[in-house]
């Protein structure tokens, strides 16, 4: 399924983790889209993500979200 992300670019759902969250991800939290800018690497493998919004999420190493990636075109 894809879905257009804001800003008009196609987009597909994937899981998330530390470990795979990239900067553009757009996350859904409390029914806002929030898109990530940039990225903390913490202890224990968690990571803090700010958005551009400027609120922050610390996502743990076992943490998983389902976000928006715009789909890259070669």
């Known amino acids: 399924m ?3 992300a804001p800003g008009g670019a196609p987009a597909t759902p994937v899981e998330i983790t530390s470990a795979s969250v990239q900067r553009g991800d757009i996350i859904q939290i409390g029914g ?21 919004s400027g609120e922050l999420l610390t996502l743990h190493a076992r943490s998983r979200l389902v976000a928006l990636r715009k789909l890259r075109r070669w």
């Open 32 to 52: 806002h889209s929030c898109r990530v800018t940039n990225l903390l690497q913490l202890p224990s493998g968690a990571k803090r993500l700010c958005f551009e």
């Open 2 to 4: 894809r879905d257009w």
